[in-house]
Structures are given as structure tokens and as C-alpha cells.
């Protein structure tokens, strides 16, 4: 056979092969253009935020425009130890009958003293008088007598007079304490602090059968959510009509919300040291009847961790699970976070469910 007249038959097939590959390398750009495209649509439809639910906890993704519009802070928790927290009622109390009893303390003591003079210069008169009588007789019997008569009017109004004041000083250490009382006798620059509206007086009760003891300094959560420290005075002898049990009094520096009369609550640490963490106030949110927080477990992914409220403490809450040292919690803007998330809810914002 004639070699040049195979040689079409070989350039044919040489150009259909060529097409062949031709084609098959357009079919894969095409597919490689149709991914990216479906990616680029993918990531325009899932938007600067989603949420979605991952092994059961809320989880929130954002970008970085997103969080700075949010405004999100974010600070690290460390390991702490703490004491069991007790919350107990307290009042603030009046001072008026303290200054009552101040002002009539002070005017029997003036007029005792006056009692006293006058008893000196009558038993003063009496001894020159008797002596006098005993030498020469040059004073009449009378006049000695009417001496001795007013000597012993003197001493009976020194003797009525120091049995008031002891007498008004039980009173008040049955209404006070002993503590309170010797402010009170003493005129003691503690009572005259209260006096000046610069502290105040708080009675603090422990129910009956408490198994621990008053401690020295309490916090007290003052209405509107502050806080102040108060010291302990003494045992307190009233008791509170709210709450059978044994009441101690407390002292702590005057504030606008402390009016005698108002309800407080004061928190005490109580049995032995635990180890955990503080989760900030600033970091909690409530939903659903229950507290969370928000954990920063990527940089651009938030998730939702429920916060135990069972140990209050000044600064949040104390927790022994549920967190760990070193982890990252939103602790400006967790409201705004929690808000972005209902919205995504609302809109149907991508929300999926991975086990």
C-alpha cells in the first residue's frame, strides 16, 4: 500500500484528538468558573454574620466590620479561689433615739456634776461647821444641824443622779449593745461620724441554726446594684421582724442610697476556700430565664456557655465548671451580641445544626 495515502487518515485522528483535549480542558474551566461562582453566591448569601448551632451550643460567626460595630471587648479569665457566698437581709437603722439618748445623757451629767459641787461645798461647811460647834460651841446646834440636812439633800442628788445615768446606760446596751453604748457615753468620734450622716448603722440577721459566724466585713448590695463594704460593730440585741435569728451590727460609709428604713441585702463568704473562675458582670446576659456568656473560641466565632449564678460574688459570678482558665469572654458588648443574635434568628440568618 502506498505510505502517502495513510497519512490523511493520520492527520484526522491527530485533530480529533487535539479537539477531544480541547474540549475536556473547556469542560473543566467551565466547572472550575461554575465553582466559583457557586462559592462567591455561597459566601454572599451567608453575609458579614451568621449563626448556628454546633453540639448544642449557640455559636455566632462574625467579620471583623461586624464586631467593631458591635463594639467587643474581649478579657481572659483566670483562676481564682473564693469562699461560698451568702446572701442575707439587712436594714439600715435610725439613729434618732441614739441622739435623744445623747442629748438627755448629757444633761444628767451636767447635773450631776452641779449635785456633786454643790455636795462638796455642803460637806465642805458641814466639816467647818462641826468643827467649830466641837470647839467653842460658838455656831448653835441648829446651824450645824441645818449643815448636815443640806449635805445629805446634796449626796442623795448625787446618789439619784448616778443611778439615772447607769440606769439609761442599761437601757441602751439592752437596745444597742455594749459597743454602742460606750459610743454613746463617751461621745466616741464613731458615733459622732453617724451623727454627721457620714456613716450609718446596719443591722444584718443570721437565721437560727446558722452553722457559721459574722464575719468582720460584709458586702452590701445597695439598691440600683452598687456595692459597699461594711465592718462589724457587735452583736446586735433587736431582732428583725422579717427573719427569726441572731442579728449583728455593721458600719459603713454613708451613701446616697442608704436612708434608714431601706432593705438591703448583704453578702458574706462563708466555709472553706474553693478553686474556679470569675466570670465579670460585663459578661453576662440573660435570656430564656437563665445567664451566658460569650466565649471567643476563634477570631471571628462567639459561643453562647450558660453561666451558673449560684455563687454571686462582688465582681460576677464564681464558677467551678463550664469555663476554664484562660478562656475568652466578651465583656463589652455581650448585650449587642446577644441582640445580633435574635435578629439573625428572626431573619432565618443561615442557622444550622452540626453534631
Same mark, same amino acid.
Given at each position: 500500500?502506498?505510505?502517502? @495515502? ?17 474540549? %475536556?480542558f473547556?469542560a !473543566?474551566?467551565?466547572d472550575?468558573?461554575?465553582k466559583?461562582d ?10 458579614? !454574620?451568621?449563626v448556628?448551632v ?6 455566632l460567626?462574625?467579620d ?10 474581649v478579657?481572659?479569665?483566670t483562676a481564682?479561689?473564693t ?6 437581709p439587712?436594714?439600715?437603722l435610725?439613729?434618732?433615739d &441614739? ?10 451629767q451636767?447635773?450631776?456634776?452641779k ?7 455642803a460637806?465642805r461647811e458641814?466639816?467647818? &461647821? ?7 460651841e460658838?455656831?448653835?446646834?441648829k446651824?450645824?444641824?441645818? !449643815?448636815?440636812g443640806?449635805l445629805q ?5 448625787v446618789?439619784?443622779?448616778?443611778q439615772?445615768?447607769n ?7 439592752q ?5 454602742v453604748?460606750k459610743?454613746a ?8 461620724r453617724?451623727?454627721d ?10 437565721p437560727?441554726g446558722a452553722t457559721?459566724?459574722?464575719?468582720k ?14 465592718n ?8 428583725d421582724?422579717?427573719?427569726?435569728g441572731? @442579728? ?11 436612708t ?7 453578702h458574706l463568704?462563708?466555709?472553706s476556700q ?33 453561666v @451558673? %449564678?449560684d ?7 464564681f ?5 476554664s482558665?484562660g ?11 446577644l441582640?445580633?443574635e435574635?435578629?439573625?434568628?428572626g431573619?432565618g440568618?443561615?442557622?444550622t445544626?452540626v453534631?
Open positions: 500500500m502506498n505510505l502517502n @495515502s495513510r497519512l490523511p487518515n493520520i492527520g484526522s485522528i491527530g485533530i480529533f484528538i487535539v479537539t477531544l483535549l480541547t474540549l %475536556t473547556l !473543566a474551566c467551565q472550575r468558573f461554575d466559583d457557586a462559592d462567591r453566591q455561597a459566601q454572599a448569601k451567608k453575609g458579614p !454574620a451568621q448556628s454546633e453540639n448544642g451550643q449557640t455559636v460567626t462574625l471583623a466590620p461586624t464586631q467593631n460595630r458591635l463594639g467587643l471587648e478579657a481572659t479569665l481564682t479561689v469562699r461560698a457566698q451568702v446572701t442575707l439587712a436594714a439600715v435610725s439613729v434618732q &441614739l441622739a435623744t439618748f445623747r442629748n438627755g445623757y448629757v444633761a444628767m451636767a447635773q450631776l456634776q449635785s456633786r459641787v454643790e455636795a462638796h461645798v460637806r458641814y466639816t467647818r &461647821l462641826k468643827s467649830l460647834f466641837e470647839q467653842n460658838n455656831i448653835s446646834e446651824s450645824l444641824q441645818s !449643815a448636815e443640806t439633800a446634796n449626796e442623795a442628788d446618789h439619784a443622779g448616778e439615772q445615768l440606769l439609761q446606760e442599761s437601757v441602751l446596751r437596745e444597742w449593745g455594749s459597743v453604748a459610743w457615753v463617751e461621745s466616741s468620734a464613731e458615733l459622732q453617724v451623727f450622716q457620714r456613716e450609718v448603722l446596719v443591722q444584718m440577721t443570721m437560727s457559721f459566724g459574722a464575719p466585713t460584709i458586702s452590701l448590695e445597695i439598691p440600683g446594684g452598687t456595692r459597699t463594704e461594711a462589724l460593730v457587735s452583736a446586735f440585741p433587736r431582732v421582724p422579717r427573719i427569726q441572731t @442579728s449583728f451590727l455593721y458600719i459603713a460609709p454613708a451613701h446616697l442610697g442608704l434608714p428604713g431601706v432593705n438591703l441585702l448583704g463568704s462563708v466555709g474553693m478553686k474556679g473562675l470569675i466570670v465579670p458582670t460585663s459578661a453576662v446576659v440573660w435570656s430564656e430565664g437563665k445567664a451566658w456568656a460569650y466565649q471567643q473560641t476563634a477570631s471571628d466565632r462567639f459561643s453562647r456557655r450558660a @451558673s %449564678t455563687a454571686p460574688v462582688e465582681k460576677g459570678f464558677v467551678t465548671e463550664g469555663f482558665a478562656d475568652r469572654v466578651v465583656t463589652q458588648g455581650a448585650q449587642a451580641l441582640s445580633e435574635l435578629l439573625l434568628h431573619q440568618g443561615g442557622e445544626d453534631d
